[in-house]
């Protein structure tokens, strides 16, 4: 070292460093040591200062919870505003990987960024100062320990990811706030159970759904009555919840927290994890995963909504149900209605008649194009016909139950097993054929009748038909061993129907919950599609074939 060198690093260790400690913990990429907690790091880096009185402690900077694969902390960001104007010119860690475990940044601030502004930069534990560096050996250790450090967190982001991932797919909770109706599991911090009051609310907006309020007009009532918004009621409970959504001192409920609450169906004990990742450990931009990769895993916690509700309202939120001006919800068959001959969406018009005014449904395709016939039906007319239709359905499906409740188990069970068995006996003739076409492609090669690269194409097609049909066959099975222990296939569905046996009027919820549609044509027949027809059938079926199993030989149902 020549004189004049000496004299510069003489001169910069006798000046006085105005230095700012940085303390960074993260349990995402691994530091979950004692010695790495934010106390450990404070009191380490303030018994340095107490040993070297030339350096004077201006202040701690402390990002608790933030990852060192980014320095877009921001404690970090302050501490970096505050060296541009001036006021600290020393910045001192615990070690290395308390500063950053990003390779290339660590490196760019270290080498370049923090000798450009003058900043005297010390990590304790691995014996660096860049005012006594070593440019030999420092040039080949620091960059090292930086790889080491970025290696270490990539490795750990691998870990934390995989074992998320296996929690989601065994159907665990991992979210860090229960959604708004739910609580964690005191218990089980993985599992979800309902929060009553949050739960009535949202069994009310589904309810108020049905019966066709708008989701703005819901948002409303929830307001007038002073029910909080659930960014709020989270914080009620204690919670520390914060979102970027949230601008006023106090949230409301608006349509879009309504919409988002009404398309969950968490709410019927179905989680749906995984729907959006990262590309990797270092760009914390999130992205949309293909939904066929999102994790989603029923029954794993107990439903605020029944499964038939959650159902109907999904339709409803397809339909095009706007709103009467002056009505807060919708017509009775808003978004139902169709026309029977050319299929278009049957829609309201008013005809003025002197004093009074009649409705009609007219087809949307003869209004607009001239397309269709030039049809109509009175809506007073309409509701009469579907009216004492629903009546009738409802009469005549509670009187089938009737008689399943008279027919013996087990002929319900043989006629419903032999169902099912005929489809499993072609499923497993299915099985057969791709497991003889599996083992002949291989001779099939070895003949040349077929080049590899067709072998490998159809032994691929092949592998998977067999593969779906093994699944099917498992699916039929399982189904009959239900059967068996039930007596006869699911009848939750009836169960719809008995709600309105005593119907005297109809209402938006008795029509969006029993019927799928509604077909005017033109010689004014109404038609009425009902939703579970094919259950309803079916079970037309099985009673017959239960009856017929039942008569003696030789005899024959007129």
């Known amino acids: 070292m020549n004189q004049s060198e000496y004299n510069s690093v003489h001169s910069k260790a006798s000046k006085v460093w ?87 940044d660590a490196g760019e601030y270290i080498e370049r960024i923090f000798p450009f502004l003058g900043i005297r930069f010390i990590a304790i534990n691995d014996n660096y100062d860049s005012l006594h560096r070593n440019n030999q050996s420092d040039e080949f250790v620091i960059p090292f320990k930086n790889l080491i450090n970025e290696a270490y967190c990539r490795d750990t982001s691998v870990k934390i990811r995989s074992q998320l991932e296996i929690k989601r797919r065994r159907g665990d909770f991992i979210g860090s706030f229960a959604v708004y109706g739910y609580l964690k599991d005191p218990e089980n911090k993985n599992h979800l159970v309902i929060d009553e009051f949050a739960a009535d609310v949202v069994r009310d907006i589904f309810r108020w759904k049905i019966e066709g309020i708008s989701a703005g007009d819901i948002a409303d009532r929830l307001n007038r009555d002073g ?44 989680l749906e994890q995984g729907k959006n990742t990262t590309p990797s450990y270092k760009v914390k931009r999130r992205i949309e995963k293909p939904r066929e990769e999102w994790n989603v895993v029923k029954g794993m916690h107990e439903a605020v909504i029944d499964q038939h509700d ?35 969406a049957m829609v309201r018009k008013t005809v003025p008649s002197g004093k009074k005014k009649y409705i009609y449904y007219v087809c949307a395709a003869h209004k607009n194009e001239k397309t269709c016939y030039a049809h109509s039906l ?82 691929t097609n092949y592998t998977a038909l067999l593969s779906e049909a093994e699944r099917q066959a498992e699916a039929i099975r399982t189904e009959i061993g239900r059967i068996m222990e039930s007596g006869v296939e699911g009848k939750s569905w009836i169960d719809q129907f008995r709600k309105y046996q005593n119907l005297t009027m109809l209402d938006r919820a008795v029509v969006v919950s029993l019927i799928e549609r509604i077909l005017i044509y033109k010689d004014k027949q109404v038609e009425i599609v009902y939703n579970w027809q094919d259950e309803y059938q ?8 239960a009856q017929n199993m039942a008569l003696p030989s030789g005899t024959g149902v007129m």
């Open 18 to 104: 105005n230095a700012c400690g940085y303390l960074r913990l993260s349990h995402e990429d691994g530091d979950k040591e004692e010695s790495n907690s934010i106390t450990g790091q404070k009191n380490l880096i303030r018994d340095y200062f107490n040993h070297h009185p030339e350096i004077v402690e201006c202040g701690m900077k402390v990002d608790d919870g933030f990852s060192g694969s980014s320095f877009e902390r921001p404690a970090f960001q302050e501490m970096m505003a505050d060296v541009k104007a001036g006021k600290i010119n020393c910045i001192v860690v615990k070690d290395l990987s308390r500063f950053g475990r990003n390779y290339l």
């Open 378 to 459: 009175r809506d007073s007319i309409l509701e009469e016909i579907v009216l004492e239709s629903v009546k009738r359905q409802v009469q005549n499906v509670l009187g089938m139950e009737k008689i399943l409740e008279l027919t013996e188990t087990a002929i319900l069970q043989q006629a419903g097993v032999k169902k099912h068995q005929g489809r499993l006996d072609k499923k497993n003739e299915e099985i057969g054929r791709y497991q003889r076409l599996l083992c002949s492609l291989y001779e099939n090669l070895t003949e040349g009748v077929i080049d590899r690269e067709e072998y490998r194409g159809l032994k």
């Open 310 to 344: 959650f159902e109907v309202v999904q339709k409803v939120l397809s339909m095009d149900t706007r709103t009467s001006p002056g009505n807060d919800a919708v017509e009775l068959f808003s978004g139902m209605v169709y026309c029977g001959e050319c299929g278009a």
């Open 538 to 545: 079916w079970l037309t079926g099985l009673l017959l074939q």
């Open 227 to 270: 029910i909080l918004a659930p960014l709020d009621y989270k914080k009620s409970q204690g919670l520390h919840f914060a979102t970027p959504f949230g601008i006023n001192a106090r949230s409301s409920w608006n349509a879009t927290t309504i919409l988002r609450i009404l398309k969950n169906p968490v709410y019927t004990g179905v």
